[in-house]
T-cell receptor
């Protein structure tokens, strides 16, 4: 049973508009959430993270929102750029997990010029 | 900055053959991980290590063995390869001091077992 779910396999957005990628989780013991970006033939690259004690974290064009009651987080990219086209993975870890991450299946974002 | 380096980048094996994948990191990280990624799937943890000389099983450990004899290296072994082990393998490392949850990944090893 998937503990981290990304229900949209793909998303297409126009350049300059907002991209919103969603992630749901089932394990209430998760206390840290991360987003990774992956280009073809490369390893995942860390993008942004959020602790469960916060509900928002911002880094430039990237903002992650966490709704603990709904067990839902989202990544907002504003404005979207063609270079943002990649697969985005949501990941979660729990206290005492020794840093082990549980990954979602990923969402492929395409930003069209 | 090398970061996390995986060798080889590609490999084709016949069923029953053995091989070792090498992961090396130059960031002095304590924790190291091996994942596999299959088409349409997220990354799944095979084994991990929290320090030199220690290893532990992850979500999908069967058919794999690992060793961490040196802090900077983490080896993943397949003793008798099976077609089900065809996958892309990623190694990652993280620092306890900075943020153990933030893992840094290598570029991957694409393995095909025929």
């Amino acid at each position: 049973d998937q503990q981290v779910k990304q229900n949209s396999p793909s998303l297409s957005v126009q350049e300059g508009r907002i991209s919103i990628l969603n992630c749901d989780y089932t394990n209430s013991m998760f206390d840290y959430f991360l987003w990774y970006k992956k280009y073809p033939a490369e390893g995942p690259t860390f993008l942004i993270s959020i602790s469960s004690i916060k509900d928002k974290n911002e880094d430039g064009r990237f903002t992650v929102f966490l709704n603990k009651s709904a067990k839902h987080l989202s990544l907002h990219i504003v404005p979207s750029q063609p270079g943002d086209s990649a697969v985005y993975f949501c990941a979660a870890s729990g206290w005492g997990s020794q840093g082990n991450l549980i990954f979602g299946k990923g969402t492929k974002l395409s930003v069209k010029p | 900055n090398a970061g996390v380096t995986q060798t080889p980048k590609f490999r084709v094996l016949k069923t029953g053959q053995s091989m070792t994948l090498l992961c090396a990191q130059d960031m002095n990280h304590e924790y190291m991980y091996w994942y596999r990624q299959d088409p349409g799937m997220g990354l799944r943890l095979i084994h991990y290590s929290v320090g030199e000389g220690t290893t532990a099983k992850g979500e999908v450990p069967d058919g794999y063995n690992v060793s961490r004899l040196k802090k900077q290296n983490f080896l993943l072994g397949l003793e008798s390869a099976a077609p089900s082990q065809t996958s892309v393998y990623f190694c990652a490392s993280s620092s306890v001091a900075v943020a153990k949850n933030i893992q840094y990944f290598g570029a991957g090893t694409r393995l095909s077992v025929l």
